[in-house]
């Protein structure tokens, strides 16, 4: 019976990737709802992370990334004053554009993904 589990997280279902993609493409809710970079990936993994481990722990790295973005921009925000912040901004949007791109066509093909410089909030 554990081994049948092993092998289903190698190599999980259809959906299971497309709920693992969906943690990480909701983020782009921020383009139209405010936080909902944050709310979009909260609400795919709380309804999917217990019945999908890929899918719970993509969720996790989501939030995880979506947060310290916030907590990243806040920085470039206040550094605006100094002038150097809009730039900065400028290359935190287009990084985290990036990086969520990248990471729903990983959990698409099933494989997990961190992204770089995230802090990890939720474990």
């Not at 969906?22 to 709380?46: D, E, K, M, T, Y």
């Not at 310290?68 to 100094?82: A, E, M, N, Q």
């Amino acid at each position: 019976m554990e081994d049948d589990r092993a092998v289903e997280e190698r190599n999980p279902s259809g959906r299971e990737r497309t709920l693992a993609m969906a943690c990480h493409l909701s983020a782009f809710a921020g383009v139209i709802i405010p936080f909902g970079n944050i709310f979009g990936p909260l609400v795919v993994w709380i309804l999917t992370k217990d019945e999908y481990p890929l899918a719970d722990d993509q969720g996790k790295e989501s939030l995880n990334f979506q947060i310290s973005v916030f907590l990243y921009s806040i920085v470039c925000g206040l550094l605006i004053f100094l002038v150097v912040g809009i730039f900065m901004l400028l290359v935190l949007a287009l990084f985290t554009i990036i990086q969520v791109i990248k990471a729903s066509i990983s959990a698409n093909n099933g494989n997990a993904y961190r992204y770089p410089f995230c802090l990890r909030f939720i474990a």
